[in-house]
């Protein structure tokens, strides 16, 4: 965090770790529902300001849904791409890269690739009858 010029306090550390080690998407309200489940007690501004810190450093990339809800992946700076279950919110990240522009004669200097679906275990829970519950 101080590499991104980020003021690290011990609540916005802690917050910061519950988020990474989450390894799935969140909205605000979602964070700070784990955040006080994980018997911290931020307030809502905390978690707003601290994702809007996360998201300017480049740490935390958003993904507006249908309902207006916005949902947040910690993540590393550098280049990557996300499969995010829409069941359990589970993020899984990865590297490897192979898009290409469709036309030879235009210079791409930047994209973005994430996919959206269900993981395995969603996938194994719907089969043996279980109900996942959107993440």
Known sequence: MRRAGLRVTPLRRRLVRLFAASGRWY???????????????PGRATVYRLIDALTAAGLCKSYPQPNRLIRYVFCAPEHH?????????KVTDFATCKVKAPDATFTVKDHAV???????????DRTEGGRPIRG
Request: aromatic share 6%.
């Open 27 to 41: 909205s605000p309200q979602e964070l700070s529902a784990a955040a006080e489940k994980a018997g911290l007690r």
């Open 81 to 89: 791409h996300h499969m995010i279950c829409l069941d359990c919110g």
């Open 114 to 124: 994430d996919f959206f679906g269900s993981c395995a275990l969603c996938r194994s």
